[in-house]
């Protein structure tokens, strides 16, 4: 290997990533973002400068020997980038970006090819929006629409800029309207009118393993229900949906109760008095997120009886979202099971 010359500084083109790089640290990243605040900078340029920035800050002896970097000549011979899968098809997730960046660092793709794939810019505006073109890189999924408020044709509009970028996407509170103008500009969209969602997959995602449980107290749940499995399903979650089990019928949940402690993270949706939630988490070793709906008679207030009764909870491990709020019940299980299958996969 060449040796470096001491307190020279070392051009980011010459360098090939380890795994172990601050891009394993989001809050490394972060606090460079937050470390400029009178100029934009993209996600990008931060990773680059806290790279250059954690480099120069630790004396060459202090570098691991399994390597921080390796200088690389700018020139090496690289396989086609076709032959090893490189596929601007897929979306820049946090998972994409570390498999090019491996790929980069055992020869397989050109520099070229990695600086392409980052150097998009962060904002795409079309005018009535601005879209969140690195969502996925931060967050490992798009930029979700919510269709409230919104014409036809704004998430007609906002679609066609995230399909643009080769992004997945998931678009909630959607009225007929919607779907009906979806449908028209992508064929092969999923109208899901239950949850008042709207999908659209560039491919499957790889399901992670375990599984998710979305619970719904009553029929009258099932919208609120439905958001949130058809949230969790398109993040890449199993997600097993067991319905009509609330307490006025206790022995209906006591009857599914074996399959909803094999889940990894619970979803408990309740209108009325809002009671579901507290008695599984009292059954249950897995965090339950409780969903207050807005069903129920006059002294439910729109649901802030149940909101109340979850936020008061005398069980253990609840957490509770707002009224309704399916899609941020989805979204955090999804986050939670996806730390869950990371912690599976690394058990010996």
Request: net charge positive; charged share 20%.
């Amino acid at each position: 290997m060449p040796k470096t010359v001491p307190n020279r500084p070392i051009s980011s083109q010459t360098l090939i990533f380890s795994p172990k790089t601050p891009l394993q640290n989001p809050n490394f990243v972060q606090n460079r973002l937050k470390s400029v605040p009178d100029r934009p900078i993209c996600l990008s340029c931060a990773i680059a400068d806290s790279l250059s920035t954690a480099l120069l800050s630790r004396p060459l002896g202090a570098l691991p020997s399994a390597g921080f970097f390796q200088p690389l000549p700018l020139q090496s011979p690289h396989t086609n980038s076709a032959e090893i899968g490189f596929n601007r098809q897929h979306p820049m997730t946090t998972t994409e970006a570390a498999r090019l960046l491996d790929q980069f660092r055992a020869e397989l793709i050109s520099r070229d090819d990695v600086l392409r794939a980052f150097q998009s810019a962060p904002i795409a505006d079309i005018g009535f929006a601005q879209v969140d073109a690195h969502r996925a890189l931060r967050k490992n999924f798009p930029e979700v629409i919510f269709g409230a408020g919104k014409t036809p044709e704004q998430v007609v509009g906002i679609a066609e800029k995230l399909w643009e970028l080769r992004q997945h996407v998931l678009a909630t509170r959607i009225t007929v309207d919607h779907a009906r103008a979806m449908k028209k500009r992508f064929k092969h969209a999923v109208h899901h009118p239950l949850a008042r969602c709207i999908t659209l997959e560039r491919k499957l995602m790889e399901k992670r393993p375990g599984f998710i449980a979305v619970v719904c107290a009553g029929t009258s749940d099932l919208p609120v229900a439905e958001e949130a499995a058809v949230t969790a399903d398109i993040m890449g979650n199993h997600v097993e949906r067991i319905h009509d089990i609330g307490v006025a019928g206790l022995h209906r949940m006591l009857g599914r109760l074996e399959t909803i402690q094999k889940a990894n993270v619970i979803i408990a949706v309740a209108g009325m008095e809002g009671a579901l939630p507290s008695v599984l988490a009292g059954l249950v070793s897995k965090p339950v997120i409780a969903v207050p709906t807005s069903v129920g008679y006059g002294a439910s207030f729109g649901g802030i009886a149940a909101l109340l009764a979850m936020l008061n909870s005398c069980a253990s491990g609840v957490t509770v979202v707002n009224i309704d709020n399916g899609f941020g019940a989805g979204y955090a299980a999804s986050q939670i099971n996806a730390l869950a299958s990371q912690y599976e996969n690394s058990a010996p």
